[in-house]
């Protein structure tokens, strides 16, 4: 069973639309959850991350954690055009010596005007 | 703003060449990693360093090494390219593991 999955979609809306995208784990040891954001030929930026379980907002962006089911989500509210592009979950455990992320493959969104 | 650079954008090299991949940032972040991206694969560790001079393998480290003489600068060295090794590789710099900021990439073609 791979750590991360990530449906890799691709996943078309309409703009205006609310956005759901998801990663399940299988290592519950993970306490570190991000999101990043990659736009076509880019390197990924940094969204948002959250530690342990709960939710946060970030303007059109909610990231929440479950971590009893192992599963994490990203929402985005009132989605744009420019909100197209592949979305990777990450995560990590809190471990000192730990350098590690581990990453989902990716979920591509597609907003259409 | 965290700044991350990375030498080249694209890289065209023969088979059997030494390639050098360097990246620099500009925040004085202690971290700093190099992946590959590559289609259905996703991203994939090679090798990072927590300090100068310090490096660890990552998932990958085959037929790679790197370098780090400078805090600033982390260097991805190929040390004889093969066509396997063509990929997108990406360079991450972090002041905290879980807050990686990415240089835009160098898209490396070994024919």
């Known amino acids: 069973q791979k750590e991360v999955e990530q449906d890799p979609g691709p996943l078309s809306v309409p703009e205006g639309a609310i956005v759901s995208l998801n990663c399940t784990y299988s290592n519950s040891a993970f306490q570190y959850f991000m999101w990043y954001r990659q736009y076509s030929r880019k390197g990924p930026e940094l969204l948002m991350y959250t530690y342990s379980s709960g939710n946060k907002e970030d303007g059109r962006f909610t990231a929440q954690v479950d971590k009893s089911s192992k599963y994490i989500s990203l929402f985005i509210r009132d989605s744009q055009p420019s909100d197209s592009a592949t979305y990777l979950c990450?995560?990590?455990?809190?471990?000192?010596?730990?350098?590690?992320?581990?990453f989902g493959k990716g979920t591509k969104l597609s907003v259409i005007p | 703003d965290v700044k991350v650079t990375q030498s080249s954008r694209y890289l065209v090299k023969r088979t059997g060449e030494k390639v050098f991949l360097e990246c620099v940032q500009d925040m004085d972040h202690e971290n700093m990693f190099w992946y590959r991206q590559d289609p259905g694969l996703g991203l994939r560790l090679i090798y990072f360093s927590y300090d100068v001079k310090m490096k660890e393998k990552g998932d990958i480290p085959e037929g790679y090494s790197v370098s780090r003489e400078k805090k600033e600068r982390f260097s991805l060295i190929l040390e004889s390219a093969s066509t396997n090794q063509t990929s997108m590789y990406l360079c991450a710099s972090s002041p905290q593991v879980h807050e990686q900021y990415f240089g835009p990439g160098t898209r490396l073609t070994v024919t």
């Open positions: 990450a995560m990590k455990d809190s471990g000192a010596g730990s350098y590690q992320l581990t």
